[in-house]
């Protein structure tokens, strides 16, 4: 029985009676029933046929295996399938194991805000059952195991058999489906499929098509793969669609007016959502000689997007945009992220901005929010930006300002710079964590192809939004800790001690001394990456200290952030991509009563769920991002399997070396079974695979030639030869950490060899060291717009 009713007189009841018990229960099995009547014998037998005649009636449906519900009705609780998903986006449940009248429920997300992976296609849930407006809807509660009993993969047909192929490098699970199940399906479908329950222990698995997902040779199958497998979020419900629609720009009752200050846009080239936009001027203050002013202005995503509104319900389950190259799945509808919340040139909108005062010395003296309405003065790419500064070039006559950046040149780029330039003091005396890392962009042709795979320049124009937004984020953490209103941090801890131990372990194999004793801080890692920036570890100790970091999170308890060595730091500057931001908007809002659309007093008792939904959303587009670019890489380096390409040593593991391309910024792996005639054990202090025999060795960070073997396009991998030679053996190095030779891999596919053809790098995500609000980076790891950090 689900829940107790109020107790019926005894005796057996008639049909009207009973159906009135069982909507009252939910559900009940004969024995609930018998019990609850006080039935026995004779009249135990009578309920029975009085069930099977309302069943045969259409009044009663089956529940499980020996449970009853009025028909057309769901128990209060109970597990189900996902098993579909509508045009926009919206999943449906189906209870497990009941008859053909139990309605499906549309699946929404739990009241609680404790949020996991999402929910997909032929996942099991744990659901309330409720009546909705709509009908029927299936509240979670919990995501049941059911993660292996799903396959992203594609279709091969053969005369004999069609198979089911996994995407999944990892996984080993090919399915095989009946020829009935099979009708329709063609070779090279990408499809999602479940593994069918059966007696068979032995050979492959039976499967059967949850989902139609595409084509393998679709130019777009990347980043639906990476879509499906990671579970983001697609789409929009009707119900955000249309709030989307109804909201208008708010009139200045209530704001400020800011649209006589001459904001700018500076953002990506093919930017569609102008979330920032800047603004500076001499300080005229007499107290306050050689300072400057400057503003940020913040689309005020929290004047469209309202607690508890079906567009704040959305925006909290996916927590933030994701990117790919050929495609963005936005947090908000496209009416607001590229409409009324993106500050579009010359458009009236609203804005949360910041009015922040600098001395002469970089420092922060003082700042203020308002909430006003703005209209931006010039849209600008950051190369535009920074040709206009650095004018024309006299060798190529190319650069220097255009039609746009001409005429504001004096009365606003210029302030801009200059006031950067002053706040560039500050952030050397702050010293944040200074790593360097070569980002590439892929290049798209309007069909979906890929051009090209290009360095991402990183120009002062990226580190001027970068450092102005960083400073508005601090404003904005510092007021809601001075008015005493919770937040949702961003925290960068220190490295761990096991993770410094490692390090100062490596970097004593390169004659480069760290006392282990003395507590890291971002100015020795900064000394570290400057006496070996022009010399042959360059690399390889930059990658090392970024290894060495922590990941940042979201937390409402403030432990700094070390990557920025800031004491306190906060996410304001993208409300438009970013869950968190919005936060901090309303809380914000609700410190300075700037509204009455602020933090809620609910929101605040769910700081810490929405914390860790938001971070686990955050990893979550992460990886689905670096699987979606893996594949595209490997699409566009197909054509070229047998060429060769130098490298360098980004990783050394027991099974083999990974190894990344100049050329493309490729990963791929050089199995150790290939390696030599001689078993290569991996020295971990040294990051070495070393000849057991010889002591020959490969080395992190050494420059290697390669030849590419295999490129796999729908699984992302690339396997390589190696066709430098092994380094000799070191007379001066520290004899070998070695492990048990039981570990290592053997010549010919010894020991335990290479993992599955095609592998890459193992693990989760690299570490993150978060920049500020996600702008591009000249110092911490770059990002573009549109990623995180």
């Given at each position: 029985?689900?829940?107790?009713?109020?107790?019926p007189?005894?005796?057996?009841?008639?049909?009207?009676?009973?159906?009135?018990?069982?909507?009252?229960?939910?559900?009940a099995?004969?024995?609930?029933?018998?019990?609850?009547?006080?039935?026995?014998?004779?009249?135990?037998r009578?309920?029975?046929?009085?069930?099977?005649?309302?069943?045969a009636?259409?009044?009663?449906?089956?529940?499980?295996?020996?449970?009853?519900?009025?028909?057309?009705?769901?128990?209060?609780?109970?597990?189900g399938?996902?098993?579909?998903?509508?045009?926009?986006?919206?999943?449906y449940?189906?209870l497990?194991?009941?008859?053909?009248d139990?309605?499906?429920?549309?699946?929404?997300?739990?009241?609680?805000?404790?949020?996991?992976?999402?929910?997909?296609?032929?996942?099991?849930?744990?659901?309330?059952?409720?009546?909705?407006?709509?009908g029927?809807?299936?509240?979670l509660?919990?995501?049941?195991?059911?993660?292996?009993?799903?396959?992203l993969?594609?279709?091969?047909?053969?005369a004999?058999?069609?198979?089911?192929e996994p995407?999944d490098?990892r996984?080993?699970?090919?399915?095989?489906?009946?020829?009935?199940?099979?009708?329709?399906?063609?070779?090279?479908?990408l499809?999602?499929?479940?593994?069918e329950?059966?007696e068979?222990?032995?050979?492959?698995?039976?499967?059967?098509?949850?989902?139609?997902?595409?084509k393998?040779?679709?130019?777009?199958?990347?980043?639906?793969?990476?879509?499906?497998?990671?579970?983001?979020?697609?789409?929009?419900?009707?119900?955000?669609?249309?709030?989307?629609?109804?909201v208008?720009?708010?009139?200045?009752k209530?704001?400020?007016?800011?649209?006589?200050?001459?904001?700018?846009?500076?953002?990506?080239?093919?930017?569609?959502?102008?979330?920032?936009?800047v603004?500076?001027?001499?300080?005229?203050?007499?107290?306050?000689?050689?300072?400057?002013?400057?503003?940020?202005?913040i689309a005020?995503?929290?004047?469209?997007?309202?607690?508890?509104?079906a567009?704040?319900?959305?925006?909290?389950?996916?927590?933030?945009?994701t990117?790919?190259?050929?495609?963005?799945?936005?947090?908000?509808?496209?009416?607001?992220?590229?409409?009324?919340?993106?500050?579009k040139?010359?458009?009236?909108?609203?804005?949360?901005?910041?009015?922040?005062?600098?001395?002469?010395?970089?420092?922060?003296?003082?700042?203020?929010?308002?909430?006003?309405l703005m209209?931006?003065?010039?849209?600008?790419?950051?190369?535009?930006?920074q040709?206009a500064?650095?004018?024309?070039?006299?060798?190529?006559?190319?650069?220097?300002?255009?039609?746009?950046t001409?005429?504001?040149?004096?009365?606003?780029?210029?302030?801009?710079?200059?006031?950067?330039?002053?706040m560039l003091?500050?952030?050397?005396k702050?010293?944040?964590?200074?790593?360097?890392?070569?980002?590439r962009?892929?290049?798209?042709?309007?069909?979906?192809?890929i051009?090209?795979?290009?360095?991402r320049k990183?120009?002062?124009?990226?580190?001027?939004?970068?450092?102005?937004?960083?400073?508005?984020?601090?404003?904005?953490?510092?007021?809601?800790?001075q008015?005493?209103?919770?937040?949702?941090?961003?925290?960068?801890?220190a490295?761990?001690?096991e993770?410094?131990?490692n390090?100062a372990?490596?970097?004593?194999?390169?004659?480069?001394?760290?006392?282990?004793g003395e507590?890291?801080?971002t100015?020795?890692?900064?000394?570290l990456?400057?006496?070996?920036?022009?010399?042959?570890h360059?690399?390889?100790?930059?990658?090392?200290?970024?290894?060495?970091?922590?990941?940042?999170?979201?937390?409402?308890?403030?432990?700094?952030?070390?990557?920025?060595?800031?004491?306190?730091?906060?996410?304001?500057?993208?409300?438009?991509?970013?869950?968190?931001?919005?936060i901090?908007?309303?809380?914000?809002?609700?410190?300075?009563?700037?509204?009455?659309?602020?933090?809620?007093?609910?929101e605040?008792?769910?700081?810490?769920a929405?914390?860790?939904?938001?971070?686990?959303?955050?990893?979550?587009?992460?990886?689905a991002?670096?699987?979606?670019?893996?594949?595209?890489?490997?699409?566009?380096?197909?054509?070229?399997?047998?060429?060769?390409?130098?490298?360098?040593?980004?990783?050394v593991?027991?099974?083999?070396?990974?190894?990344?391309?100049?050329?493309?910024?490729?990963?791929?792996?050089?199995?150790?079974?290939?390696?030599?005639?001689?078993?290569?054990?991996?020295?971990?202090?040294?990051?070495?695979l070393?000849?057991?025999?010889?002591?020959?060795?490969?080395?992190?960070?050494?420059?290697?030639?390669?030849?590419?073997?295999?490129?796999?396009?729908?699984?992302?991998?690339?396997?390589?030869?190696?066709?430098?030679?092994?380094?000799?053996?070191?007379?001066?190095?520290?004899?070998?950490?070695?492990?048990?030779?039981?570990?290592d891999?053997?010549?010919?596919?010894?020991?335990n060899?290479p993992?599955?053809r095609?592998?890459k790098?193992?693990?989760?995500?690299?570490?993150?060291?978060?920049?500020?609000?996600?702008?591009?980076?000249?110092?911490?790891?770059g990002?573009?717009?549109?990623?995180?950090?």
């Amino acid at each position: 029985m689900t829940k107790t009713p109020r107790r019926p007189a005894s005796g057996l009841p008639d049909k009207e009676t009973l159906l009135r018990f069982l909507r009252e229960a939910g559900e009940a099995d004969k024995s609930d029933l018998a019990r609850a009547f006080g039935l026995k014998g004779a009249e135990r037998r009578a309920l029975r046929e009085m069930l099977r005649e309302l069943e045969a009636e259409g009044k009663l449906g089956k529940r499980g295996r020996k449970g009853f519900s009025e028909a057309g009705a769901l128990p209060p609780v109970g597990v189900g399938d996902v098993v579909e998903r509508d045009a926009d986006g919206e999943l449906y449940v189906r209870l497990v194991d009941a008859s053909s009248d139990a309605p499906r429920a549309l699946l929404v997300p739990d009241k609680s805000g404790k949020v996991g992976p999402a929910p997909g296609m032929g996942d099991r849930l744990l659901v309330k059952f409720e009546r909705g407006t709509d009908g029927w809807e299936a509240r979670l509660v919990k995501k049941l195991d059911s993660d292996g009993h799903r396959v992203l993969g594609v279709v091969r047909k053969s005369a004999r058999e069609t198979r089911v192929e996994p995407v999944d490098r990892r996984s080993k699970d090919t399915l095989i489906i009946p020829p009935l199940l099979a009708e329709g399906l063609k070779d090279g479908d990408l499809v999602l499929a479940a593994v069918e329950k059966g007696e068979q222990r032995y050979g492959p698995k039976r499967g059967k098509i949850l989902e139609h997902i595409g084509k393998e040779d679709d130019p777009r199958a990347a980043s639906l793969i990476a879509i499906h497998t990671h579970n983001v979020p697609m789409g929009f419900s009707e119900a955000v669609e249309r709030e989307a629609e109804a909201v208008e720009l708010p009139t200045l009752k209530g704001r400020d007016d800011l649209r006589q200050v001459p904001f700018i846009t500076i953002d990506p080239a093919d930017a569609r959502d102008h979330d920032d936009a800047v603004y500076a001027q001499r300080d005229d203050d007499p107290k306050n000689e050689g300072g400057w002013i400057v503003w940020v202005a913040i689309a005020d995503v929290a004047a469209y997007v309202t607690p508890g509104s079906a567009l704040d319900r959305e925006a909290r389950a996916k927590g933030n945009s994701t990117y790919f190259p050929d495609r963005v799945e936005p947090m908000l509808p496209e009416r607001l992220s590229t409409g009324l919340c993106s500050l579009k040139e010359g458009e009236n909108r609203a804005t949360l901005a910041v009015r922040m005062v600098f001395d002469k010395e970089g420092r922060k003296t003082g700042h203020r929010f308002h909430r006003g309405l703005m209209r931006s003065h010039a849209k600008l790419s950051y190369e535009q930006a920074q040709a206009a500064i650095d004018g024309v070039d006299p060798e190529t006559g190319t650069g220097g300002p255009d039609d746009t950046t001409g005429p504001i040149m004096e009365a606003i780029l210029y302030p801009l710079w200059n006031a950067y330039r002053t706040m560039l003091k500050g952030r050397l005396k702050r010293s944040p964590l200074q790593i360097e890392s070569a980002e590439r962009r892929i290049r798209m042709a309007p069909d979906g192809g890929i051009v090209a795979i290009e360095p991402r320049k990183s120009l002062e124009a990226h580190r001027l939004i970068e450092e102005m937004m960083i400073q508005a984020n601090v404003c904005a953490a510092e007021t809601l800790e001075q008015k005493k209103v919770p937040l949702i941090y961003r925290v960068h801890e220190a490295p761990s001690q096991e993770k410094i131990f490692n390090l100062a372990d490596f970097l004593s194999t390169i004659a480069m001394p760290w006392n282990k004793g003395e507590p890291a801080t971002t100015k020795r890692f900064n000394k570290l990456l400057d006496q070996t920036r022009d010399g042959p570890h360059a690399e390889v100790v930059n990658e090392v200290v970024l290894r060495s970091q922590m990941q940042a999170i979201y937390s409402p308890e403030n432990v700094g952030h070390f990557g920025l060595h800031l004491d306190r730091y906060a996410h304001f500057t993208s409300p438009i991509r970013r869950y968190s931001d919005l936060i901090v908007h309303r809380g914000l809002i609700r410190a300075l009563n700037l509204g009455k659309d602020g933090l809620t007093d609910r929101e605040i008792a769910e700081l810490t769920a929405i914390a860790d939904q938001v971070t686990q959303t955050e990893r979550r587009s992460m990886a689905a991002e670096r699987d979606a670019m893996d594949r595209y890489i490997a699409a566009f380096l197909q054509d070229r399997v047998g060429a060769t390409f130098n490298g360098r040593i980004t990783g050394v593991t027991r099974f083999g070396l990974f190894v990344r391309l100049e050329e493309t910024g490729a990963d791929g792996l050089v199995p150790v079974s290939s390696l030599g005639d001689e078993y290569f054990v991996h020295d971990d202090r040294a990051h070495a695979l070393v000849g057991e025999r010889s002591g020959r060795r490969f080395t992190l960070g050494r420059t290697v030639e390669v030849k590419l073997k295999e490129a796999t396009p729908v699984t992302g991998g690339l396997l390589f030869e190696m066709l430098s030679e092994a380094e000799p053996r070191d007379p001066n190095a520290p004899a070998p950490r070695l492990g048990m030779r039981g570990r290592d891999a053997r010549p010919g596919g010894g020991g335990n060899g290479p993992p599955k053809r095609g592998s890459k790098r193992p693990g989760g995500p690299k570490p993150r060291n978060d920049g500020r609000g996600g702008k591009p980076s000249g110092g911490l790891k770059g990002v573009r717009k549109g990623k995180r950090r």
